[in-house]
């Protein structure tokens, strides 16, 4: 473990980069989640019923379907976990952003979903095209900031 000698590290260009593709998937991993939630046993039943199982090892003439369909279940249960991982921790962080149009922003954006061009007609007389793009990006410096802070890209083991 690497410790800190900073009070307020700053995220490297690399973190920030991580930070906006975690954000930019933000919607779609709440909705994943979402879904797991309510249909988690019809998962488990299709990948039972169904040939995503019998491929799991494409070389394995002889696959045993059910054991292939329970290593399939605990990978989908691992993605929910890390989707509900990083999803709360970008809720955490954006919640930090000290700027109000900035967290409105990042919250109207990548929390609730709108695009760039509906955030931007939500600020249709406070803001410029610009400035709602520089908010934007002060608010992914923010949060990947926050995130070094919380020591989050420490235990990210994804590739990227």
């Known amino acids: 473990m690497v410790w800190q000698t900073e009070l307020f590290p ?47 090892d494409p070389e394995d003439l002889h696959a045993d379907k059910t054991a292939n369909a329970a290593v399939l279940a605990e990978k989908q249960l691992w993605v929910y976990e890390q989707y509900k991982l990083y999803t709360r921790q970008l809720q955490r962080a954006a919640a930090l952003i000290q700027d109000e149009e900035t967290r409105q922003a990042v919250e109207l954006r990548y929390m609730k979903g709108l695009s760039y061009k509906e955030t931007i007609l939500f600020f249709k007389h406070g803001l410029s095209r610009s400035t709602v793009r520089r908010k934007l990006l002060e608010g992914a410096r923010s949060i990947a900031d926050t995130l070094k802070l919380m020591g989050f890209f420490d235990n990210d083991n994804a590739q990227f």
Request: no cysteine; proline share 0%.
């Open 10 to 56: 700053r995220a490297s260009e690399v973190e920030i980069q991580r930070t906006k593709f975690l954000l930019e998937r933000y919607m779609k991993m709440r909705l994943l989640m979402f879904d797991f939630e309510q249909n988690e046993e019809e998962l488990r039943q299709v990948a039972i019923d169904g040939e995503v199982a019998r491929r799991i």
